[in-house]
């Protein structure tokens, strides 16, 4: 069925390699995340599935059959393109059908199919207008009708929402998700926006500088990140991170020593430091694990206090002037601005510490 | 409102002065404007007024008189009679079918041409570049070069025919059935830089992005070209038809050059039949008829063509 394999893929382009042998499974009806910054290769790496580009190695699978030397037009597979790349001298209808066309799709059941991919879009009215005379939310909309009016074996969406405003992509974003549960098909989703990930994958999969960071579902990757890259890109804010030196106790690593205090360690992590061997490690803690209050182990003054609404974001500087964000809900005390603090870390277990010469997360 | 606030006449000193001192500053500026536009169209009026209408009028006037069997006579005054007759003629009827026939040849040929060229060169293939300067180089070829090469080719002395074993009795250029298409492709071959120059730059005006989607929706290499390509292409194509045909209507260099308008009129387009009247026959008046009637047909056509074309033509998004 609609399962997608990517077994070792890499690219390169001359000198540059957009994608590093890259392994991943998707399962069949998944919804798959695959998020980076602009220029991780995640594009690149979907358009390798679609067909458009060729991998330099590797395979790649889709449903039962290896399809790394199949032409994209053979490949069973649906796009939704960042700009949406509607045909602009075709009607909505004529856009939709498109794909039906191609494949030679008798009149009549082609109306048809047509039809209910603009029901499930709402596009009925528009069938016989222009993309040019739509606004940007339907033009996204055409796209995806495109996409779902045959049943591919994988839809894949490169940023679909990237154009839209903030708060027809909140809704949009919604929909989406309940069209995946409607459609059950693969989608695989390119996007660099983590609030995308976060909300619509079954699983998350990162990539930086062409190489896969981590995969998992959304809440794993959150409160496990597998290194410091996934750690600072996952979160807003970013979650705060502190070079410290390792204390040790009694036979093994007690607590981490940063600017102004220290920072307490589970023994079995604390186990693993003394295991590694090494003097200095990097402490992450979100912001939302942080508390500001008259007493705490560390020392830091608070510079400046953002509120939105329903939370604050309290700026901290550490004594050696390092940030530190501390989140807040709206209820608890405001604390002065200008003004010496001292932080807490809410649960020893909400500490996470990674080794600083390969990045990688240290676990008990 | 009350009844007075409508009768009350308006008193107010500064409303007043208001109104009658605005009103012809805003005038003077107008008129200011107007004058400064004027000016600056002066120029290009002087030299369209010179070269363009002027000759045109003359030459509807020159078409109303006779000129003498013999020179110095003085020339006769005898209205549209001459029109009649000329446009009326069968050596007039037979040189606007060669030139359709001409236009017909090379227009469509040379557009498609252009496009196939296009097309290939428009790959992402090492050493392109080397092929894109020679399909464009025959832009920098004069017509008056273009036919001397042909001619020399087509030559039976000394030509490639010769040299491949060809004879053909008559030769090529003096063959009634063969004159006007070698004439054609000469015509084409000389026109292929501009027009695969012009098909390079439509094609780089179609997206990747949506050659790629109709890829992904299941579209074969033809499909792709002619749903996606081609409608967006089309406002090259129609400028490419417009302009093709008033050049075809316009050929007079290859003509003179390779066929000098035989054998038997086979070749002799309007414009050649214009130089034959005016140089030849010594006969302005018959030439000018027959260049009011080339301006005419051109027109027409080309009206016809915006009729008939543009409907198809997609511009923009």
């Given at each position: 069925?609609?399962?997608?394999?990517?077994?070792?893929?890499?690219?390169?382009?001359?000198?540059?390699?957009?994608?590093?042998?890259?392994t991943?499974?998707?399962?069949?009806?998944?919804?798959?995340?695959?998020?980076?910054?602009?220029?991780?290769?995640?594009?690149?790496?979907?358009?390798?599935?679609?067909?458009?580009?060729?991998?330099?190695?590797?395979?790649?699978?889709?449903?039962?059959?290896?399809?790394?030397?199949?032409?994209?037009?053979?490949?069973?597979?649906?796009?939704?393109?960042?700009?949406?790349?509607?045909?602009p001298?075709?009607?909505?209808?004529?856009?939709?059908?498109?794909?039906?066309?191609?494949?030679?799709?008798?009149?009549?059941?082609?109306d048809?199919?047509?039809?209910?991919?603009?029901?499930?879009?709402?596009?009925?009215?528009?069938?016989?207008?222009?993309?040019?005379?739509?606004?940007?939310?339907?033009?996204?909309?055409?796209?995806?009708?495109?996409?779902?009016?045959?049943?591919?074996?994988?839809?894949?969406?490169?940023?679909?929402?990237?154009?839209?405003?903030?708060?027809?992509?909140v809704?949009?974003?919604?929909?989406?998700?309940?069209?995946?549960?409607?459609?059950?098909?693969?989608?695989?989703?390119?996007?660099?926006?983590?609030?995308?990930?976060?909300?619509?994958?079954?699983?998350?999969?990162i990539?930086n500088?062409?190489?896969?960071?981590?995969?998992?579902?959304?809440?794993?990757?959150?409160?496990?990140?597998?290194n410091?890259?996934?750690?600072?890109?996952?979160?807003?804010?970013?979650?705060?991170?502190?070079?410290?030196?390792?204390?040790?106790?009694?036979?093994?690593?007690?607590?981490?020593?940063?600017?102004?205090?220290?920072?307490?360690?589970?023994?079995?992590?604390g186990?693993?430091?003394?295991?590694?061997?090494?003097?200095?490690?990097?402490?992450?803690?979100?912001?939302?694990?942080?508390?500001?209050?008259?007493?705490?182990?560390?020392?830091a003054?608070?510079?400046?206090?953002?509120s939105?609404?329903?939370?604050?974001?309290?700026?901290?500087?550490?004594?050696?002037?390092?940030?530190?964000i501390?989140?807040?809900?709206?209820d608890e005390?405001?604390?002065?601005?200008?003004?010496?603090?001292?932080?807490?870390?809410?649960?020893?277990?909400?500490?996470?510490?990674?080794?600083?010469?390969?990045?990688?997360?240290?676990?008990g | 409102?009350?009844?007075?606030?409508?009768?009350?006449?308006?008193?107010?000193?500064?409303?007043?002065?208001?109104?009658?001192?605005?009103?012809?500053?805003?005038?003077?500026?107008?008129?200011?404007?107007?004058?400064?536009?004027?000016l600056?169209?002066?120029?290009?009026?002087?030299?369209?007024?010179?070269?363009?209408?002027?000759?045109?009028?003359?030459?509807?006037?020159?078409?109303?008189?006779?000129?003498?069997?013999?020179?110095?006579?003085?020339?006769?005054?005898?209205?549209?009679?001459?029109?009649t007759?000329?446009?009326?003629?069968?050596?007039?009827?037979?040189?606007?079918?060669?030139?359709?026939?001409?236009?017909?040849?090379?227009?469509?040929?040379?557009?498609?041409?252009?496009?196939?060229?296009?097309?290939?060169?428009?790959?992402?293939?090492?050493?392109?570049?080397?092929?894109?300067?020679?399909?464009?180089?025959?832009?920098?070829?004069?017509?008056?070069?273009?036919?001397?090469?042909?001619?020399?080719?087509?030559?039976?002395?000394?030509?490639?025919?010769?040299?491949?074993?060809?004879?053909?009795?008559?030769?090529?250029?003096?063959?009634?059935?063969?004159?006007?298409?070698?004439?054609a492709?000469?015509?084409?071959?000389?026109?292929?830089?501009?027009?695969?120059?012009?098909?390079?730059?439509?094609?780089?005006?179609?997206?990747?992005?949506?050659?790629?989607?109709?890829?992904?929706?299941?579209?074969?290499?033809?499909?792709?070209?002619?749903?996606?390509?081609?409608?967006?292409?089309?406002?090259?194509?129609?400028?490419?038809?417009?302009?093709?045909?008033?050049?075809?209507?316009?050929?007079?260099?290859?003509?003179?050059?390779l066929?000098?308008?035989?054998?038997?009129?086979?070749?002799?387009?309007?414009?050649?039949?214009?130089?034959?009247?005016?140089?030849e026959?010594?006969?302005?008046?018959?030439?000018?008829?027959?260049?009011?009637?080339?301006?005419?047909?051109?027109?027409?056509?080309?009206?016809?063509?915006?009729?008939?074309?543009?409907?198809?033509?997609?511009?923009?998004?």
């Amino acid at each position: 069925m609609g399962r997608v394999g990517i077994r070792g893929v890499t690219k390169r382009f001359g000198e540059v390699t957009a994608v590093d042998d890259l392994t991943l499974d998707v399962a069949d009806r998944e919804f798959l995340v695959l998020l980076g910054p602009s220029g991780c290769g995640k594009s690149t790496a979907l358009r390798m599935i679609a067909g458009l580009d060729e991998p330099t190695e590797g395979v790649i699978e889709i449903g039962d059959r290896e399809v790394t030397e199949v032409e994209a037009k053979d490949r069973d597979v649906a796009m939704v393109f960042q700009s949406y790349a509607l045909y602009p001298h075709m009607s909505v209808r004529r856009n939709i059908e498109f794909p039906l066309r191609s494949r030679r799709v008798p009149h009549d059941e082609r109306d048809e199919l047509v039809g209910n991919a603009a029901g499930i879009l709402g596009l009925e009215g528009l069938l016989d207008r222009k993309p040019a005379q739509l606004s940007g939310g339907q033009r996204q909309r055409v796209a995806l009708a495109r996409a779902i009016v045959r049943r591919p074996e994988a839809f894949l969406m490169d940023e679909p929402l990237s154009n839209l405003d903030a708060k027809l992509r909140v809704q949009t974003r919604a929909e989406l998700v309940e069209l995946h549960r409607r459609l059950a098909t693969t989608i695989i989703y390119v996007t660099h926006d983590q609030v995308e990930a976060m909300t619509m994958g079954d699983r998350i999969a990162i990539l930086n500088d062409g190489a896969l960071q981590q995969v998992g579902p959304p809440q794993a990757v959150y409160e496990r990140p597998a290194n410091l890259f996934v750690a600072r890109f996952i979160g807003n804010p970013p979650m705060n991170t502190v070079t410290g030196r390792v204390v040790n106790g009694s036979g093994s690593v007690r607590a981490v020593a940063i600017p102004g205090g220290e920072i307490p360690v589970a023994p079995e992590i604390g186990a693993a430091i003394t295991r590694l061997g090494v003097d200095e490690v990097v402490v992450g803690v979100r912001s939302e694990h942080l508390k500001v209050g008259s007493d705490g182990p560390i020392e830091a003054t608070v510079s400046v206090i953002e509120s939105l609404g329903h939370e604050r974001h309290v700026f901290c500087r550490l004594v050696d002037g390092q940030p530190v964000i501390v989140r807040q809900a709206a209820d608890e005390p405001v604390p002065a601005e200008a003004a010496p603090t001292r932080l807490t870390v809410e649960k020893v277990e909400l500490v996470h510490l990674f080794d600083p010469a390969t990045e990688q997360r240290i676990e008990g | 409102m009350s009844a007075t606030d409508v009768v009350v006449p308006r008193t107010d000193a500064s409303a007043g002065v208001s109104t009658t001192v605005a009103r012809p500053r805003r005038f003077g500026r107008r008129v200011r404007e107007a004058a400064l536009g004027y000016l600056l169209v002066v120029p290009s009026l002087l030299i369209f007024g010179t070269f363009i209408i002027y000759p045109f009028f003359k030459n509807f006037y020159l078409g109303l008189y006779r000129n003498p069997p013999f020179p110095n006579l003085p020339k006769k005054y005898i209205g549209f009679e001459q029109y009649t007759d000329v446009l009326t003629s069968s050596d007039f009827y037979n040189s606007v079918k060669v030139t359709f026939l001409f236009a017909l040849l090379t227009v469509p040929a040379g557009i498609a041409l252009g496009l196939a060229l296009a097309v290939l060169a428009h790959q992402r293939l090492k050493g392109i570049a080397i092929y894109r300067t020679i399909f464009s180089s025959t832009i920098a070829t004069s017509v008056a070069v273009a036919s001397v090469i042909f001619g020399t080719l087509m030559n039976p002395q000394v030509g490639l025919l010769p040299w491949i074993g060809l004879d053909p009795r008559p030769p090529i250029l003096e063959n009634p059935e063969w004159a006007l298409i070698a004439v054609a492709i000469t015509t084409i071959w000389q026109n292929l830089g501009l027009s695969f120059i012009l098909m390079s730059s439509g094609l780089q005006s179609v997206p990747d992005e949506l050659l790629e989607a109709a890829e992904v929706d299941g579209a074969g290499g033809w499909s792709r070209f002619r749903n996606v390509t081609l409608p967006l292409l089309s406002p090259t194509l129609f400028f490419a038809a417009i302009v093709g045909s008033i050049f075809a209507f316009q050929s007079f260099g290859q003509i003179d050059l390779l066929t000098e308008g035989g054998p038997l009129d086979k070749t002799n387009v309007l414009t050649y039949f214009v130089f034959e009247e005016l140089r030849e026959r010594n006969n302005p008046g018959t030439a000018a008829v027959l260049a009011i009637a080339l301006f005419a047909i051109t027109l027409v056509f080309t009206l016809i063509q915006m009729r008939v074309l543009e409907r198809r033509v997609f511009y923009g998004r």
